[in-house]
């Protein structure tokens, strides 16, 4: 086994090459079809809880995280889940981020191009660590503004498209070919330079003739509310967050055939009715707010972010984005209220990035919660 961790930044930690947090090792698992059954579910919750820290986190490419591991028992996490199929046993073919729509039927387009992608991962050639694809081929978009580098949605006209990131629409894809075309644009971004610039939507060279068409992809429905879902139910997990309790305590609950991860801090059980009582549904106004581990979790951070969060998260309508530092890991794009981290203290700003220019800074979480009160209530 590979004993290197890695520390260069710009790459993505998997079960194989977890990173280093200011809580020990995070180690990220990507189940296929993003789908855990009760017995899987039942053994990260034991993972976590014996080689971690307890905490376990969904991202937003529908990954699980176990945080606090050390590197000794990493190692022991890492052959758990090997052997329950939870990671492949290939760090290549674990290094490959999948992301497919989460309501997928057994049959269904999405489930068949997923099931031949994973069986020719060998196919694709080596790709940043950031790059990811997504197939999102269902009669309702659902993943039209999640990350995925390489596309196979469905376009207006009712066919499966082939799209590059970063442009509007795609080319309309022969039943069959459908991952072949995949991967052929995923060669194709290597061979014309891609690697350079990290990432499909950052790649502006010209597509090829054959991946390139006019057919734009469905509109993307909203992600699902809690409650009542057609799988069963949907649960929001506010920031992302549970823990190996929870996750022991659903893989018990009546019903549940499976657990489905979303890259929207909802899991979905599968199975399961929205009115058993056992199910320990979130705080749904927290699903509107972004917030990275802050300190201590991350060493970068300077302030605590998940309690001012929540503090804040009543008073303010529309997005808000608390984050540990400027690097914004929660959330790339602007929010309505941004309040970063900064030496201690925070700085707060309107439709921004964390990284943008103060509004006000210099700011305790006193301060800010007051300033912040006041003004919406002015509001
Ligand atoms: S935004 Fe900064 S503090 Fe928060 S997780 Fe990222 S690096 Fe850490």
């Known amino acids: 086994m590979s004993t290197a961790l890695p520390h260069k930044r710009g790459w993505c930690p998997t079960a194989w090459q977890p990173m280093a947090a200011g809580d020990g090792l995070i180690l990220r698992i990507r189940?296929?079809?993003?789908?855990?059954?009760?017995?899987?579910?039942?053994?990260?919750a034991d993972t976590a809880r014996i080689h971690g820290n307890g905490a376990i986190d969904l991202t937003n490419r529908a990954a699980l995280q176990l945080r606090g591991l050390s590197y000794n028992s990493?190692?022991?996490?890492?052959?758990?889940?090997?052997?329950?199929?939870?990671?492949?046993?290939d760090p290549g073919r674990e290094a490959r981020a999948i992301l497919i729509a989460p309501d997928w039927q057994h049959g269904d387009d999405t489930h068949r191009l997923a099931i031949e992608l994973y069986r020719r991962l060998d196919e694709l050639p080596a790709l940043p660590g950031k790059t990811g694809l997504a197939i999102d081929t269902g009669r309702v978009a659902r993943l039209t503004g999640n990350s995925g580098d390489f596309r196979l949605e469905r376009g207006e006209t009712g066919d499966i498209i082939l799209r590059a990131d970063g442009r509007a629409a795609g080319v309309a894809i022969r039943h069959g070919g459908e991952i072949d075309a995949l991967i052929g644009l995923a060669r194709w971004f290597t061979e014309s330079g891609g690697g350079e610039a990290g990432r499909m939507a950052r790649h502006r060279a010209a597509l090829p003739d054959w991946a390139r068409g006019d057919l734009r992809p469905l509109s993307c429905a909203t992600p699902p509310e809690q409650g009542a879902h057609p799988l069963g139910t949907a649960l929001a997990l506010p920031f992302?967050?549970?823990?190996?309790?929870?996750?022991?305590?659903?893989?018990g609950i009546g019903g549940m055939r499976a657990l489905r991860l979303t890259p929207w801090r909802i899991a979905l059980l599968e199975g399961v009715a929205?009115?058993?009582?056992?199910?320990?549904?979130?705080?749904?106004?927290?699903?509107?707010?972004?917030?990275?581990?802050?300190?201590?979790?991350c060493p970068r951070a300077s302030v605590e972010t998940r309690t001012l969060a929540a503090r804040l998260a009543p008073h303010i309508s529309g997005r808000l984005h608390v984050s540990g530092c400027a690097k914004g890991c929660a959330r790339a794009g602007p929010a309505d209220l941004v309040a970063t981290?900064?030496?201690?203290?925070?700085?707060?700003?309107?439709?921004?990035?964390?990284d943008d220019p103060a509004y006000a800074e210099d700011l305790?979480?006193?301060?800010?919660?007051?300033?912040?009160?006041?003004?919406?209530?002015?509001?």
Do not use: K, Y
């Open 240 to 251: 992302g967050r549970m823990d190996a309790a929870m996750l022991e305590l659903l893989a």
């Open 274 to 297: 929205p009115t058993v009582p056992a199910i320990p549904f979130g705080d749904p106004r927290l699903l509107a707010v972004d917030a990275c581990v802050g300190a201590p979790a």
């Open 341 to 354: 981290g900064d030496n201690g203290r925070f700085r707060i700003a309107f439709h921004a990035r964390a």
């Open 31 to 44: 189940p296929r079809l993003a789908r855990l059954s009760p017995d899987q579910m039942r053994l990260v």
């Open 364 to 379: 305790s979480p006193d301060d800010l919660a007051a300033l912040i009160e006041s003004m919406f209530r002015a509001a």
């Open 74 to 89: 990493w190692e022991q996490a890492l052959q758990s889940l090997i052997a329950a199929d939870l990671v492949d046993e």
